[in-house]
């Protein structure tokens, strides 16, 4: 099975640390704003989503959203969500922890492209 997004196991540790602490978290992948294009974590139900989102699918069983503009870019590449050090400019949950959560792509083949 193909998935839009998709983690890291180094991105998947920092966001069951953030889990223990926050609980139940969601994603959305900025458009822009703040820190670039980098995906953000933020508490379940913090961030308000609506028609304008698109539901990519889930990290670490939390929910992971791109605004529509940014899915018409980018929906010919599989997100794979990684972390490195560092602080970026953002709100998302990590950034305490001296880490940033970033965006990471590759584009699929024709036989992934055929089956989504």
């Known amino acids: 099975m193909t998935h839009r997004v ?3 196991p180094e991105a998947e540790e920092v966001i069951h640390q953030l889990k223990a602490k926050h ?3 969601m994603f ?3 458009g822009g704003c703040c820190d670039g294009s980098s995906p ?3 508490p379940k139900g913090e961030l308000m989503t609506n028609e304008t989102d698109v539901l ?3 990290i670490a069983d939390c929910e992971f959203y791109i605004a529509k503009d940014q899915f018409e870019y980018w929906k010919h ?3 794979i969500i990684n972390v490195v050090k560092g ?3 953002s709100f998302s949950l990590e950034i305490p922890l001296g880490l940033r959560f970033v965006t990471e792509s590759r584009v699929y083949t024709e036989a992934e492209l055929a089956s989504l």
Do not use: W
Request: charged share 10%; with cysteine; hydrophobic share 40%.
């Open 77 to 79: 590449t599989q997100l």
């Open 28 to 30: 959305h992948q900025s």
């Open 56 to 58: 990519l699918g889930s």
């Open 40 to 42: 953000m974590c933020f």
């Open 23 to 25: 609980g139940e978290l």
């Open 87 to 89: 602080r970026g400019a």
């Open 6 to 8: 998709v983690v890291t």
